[in-house]
């Protein structure tokens, strides 16, 4: 039984590890920096090179790959139970294919560069395109009696080899030198210069953080089966909807700014409910303070492990999330 002492135990460890990640990450790098010369220009105002690179390159790195990683993680901890499906993450629905295609657009016609206050048109073609998608996805599963999660998961895979093609499509099109641009997106990063990139995800990201924090309870009873949840007053299609506008949009926003990264919602989730129990009231919370932190050290292997120059943070967390895929998959068969 989760008390609120024991609640409060468990966060707090999860809380203090992500603390201990957001302040640790940002002295690493192809370039060191010194303790004394960051605390100095915080603390005294003494400017200097190392405190710059801190503030203005580093730690905002840091804080949207936390954002971004703890998004995508409890995301898919609210996928995997409203779907049954322990496979299941934030890109299963379709929403990555659609913003890549969206972002592979806005890079392919140089004239469409748009720049509204801190919104990229590389951002503002994704967002457009993931919410095109959870509105078609919507209007496709919603029937008299509620949403059909099948119906969500075979339009979310039809709508990403739509999307696949699409892009593949527009790179056959389009000048070769924009190829690399193109490419480099599509293997995700958090590679930014000071705040304001940040700040533009929040629109999307904050509503659909609230939704899906609000789903402890509910998701705990639906563990259990549709009959027991319907049967302890949880209101199963109210759930179902909140959970897939709330994935929806903040998977929307992660995926505008930081592109498609993957295995974060899929395997951080499985971690946590290893590590603390499968109560949602400690998954949820657990999971995006997990996820934060674990895409932000996927990060630093990534801008260190190949220095001076840096690699692509969704190579890194491909590396590590494949070999587990294949293993909670093995695991599902055996149970078949």
């Known amino acids: ?42 603390i005294l105002h003494h400017a200097s090179v190392d405190a710059d690179i801190f503030i203005l390159h580093r730690l905002p790195r840091v804080l949207l790959a936390f954002l971004v990683g703890g998004s995508l993680a409890l995301a898919g901890g609210s996928l995997q139970v409203v779907l049954k499906n322990p496979l299941a993450e934030p890109f299963i629905l379709g929403i990555a294919g659609s913003g890549a295609l969206g972002a592979v657009i806005a890079i392919s016609v140089p004239g469409l560069y748009i720049h509204a206050g801190p919104f990229s048109s590389v951002q503002l073609f994704s967002m457009t395109g993931c919410i095109i998608c959870i509105v078609i996805i919507y209007r496709l599963a919603a029937n008299t009696i509620g949403i059909s999660m099948n119906t969500i998961l075979l339009a979310g895979v039809t709508i990403n080899i739509l999307c696949g093609a699409s892009i593949l499509l527009v790179r056959y099109l389009v000048s070769p030198h924009l190829l690399v641009s193109m490419d480099r997106w599509m293997m995700g990063g958090v590679d930014i210069i000071g705040y304001r990139e940040i700040l533009s995800i929040f629109p999307l990201l904050l509503p659909g953080l609230v939704l899906l924090f609000m789903q402890g309870n509910s ?70 303070c997990l996820g934060g932190s674990f895409l932000t050290l996927s990060d630093l292997v990534a801008r260190t492990v190949v220095s001076p120059t840096e690699m692509p943070v969704g190579i890194i967390t491909a590396i590590v999330g494949g070999p587990v895929f294949l293993k909670i998959l093995l695991k599902k068969n055996r149970h078949v």
Do not use: C
Request: hydrophobic residues 55%; without cysteine; charged residues 10%.
């Open 1 to 42: 039984m989760l008390t609120r002492k024991k609640f409060f135990f468990l966060i707090t460890g999860y809380v203090l590890f992500s603390v201990a990640t957001l302040i640790i990450a940002p002295f690493f790098g192809s370039e060191s920096l010194s303790w004394r010369n960051v605390l100095d220009a915080v």
């Open 219 to 288: 998701l705990n009873q639906l563990a259990f089966g549709k009959e027991m949840a319907a049967g302890h007053g949880v209101n199963i299609t109210r759930v179902q909807k909140q959970v897939f506008l709330g994935t929806g949009l903040s998977t929307a926003a992660a995926i505008s700014m930081a592109g498609p990264i993957g295995f974060v919602g899929l395997i951080i989730p499985h971690a946590v409910r290893r590590l603390t129990g499968v109560d949602h009231r400690v998954v949820l919370p657990a999971s995006f």
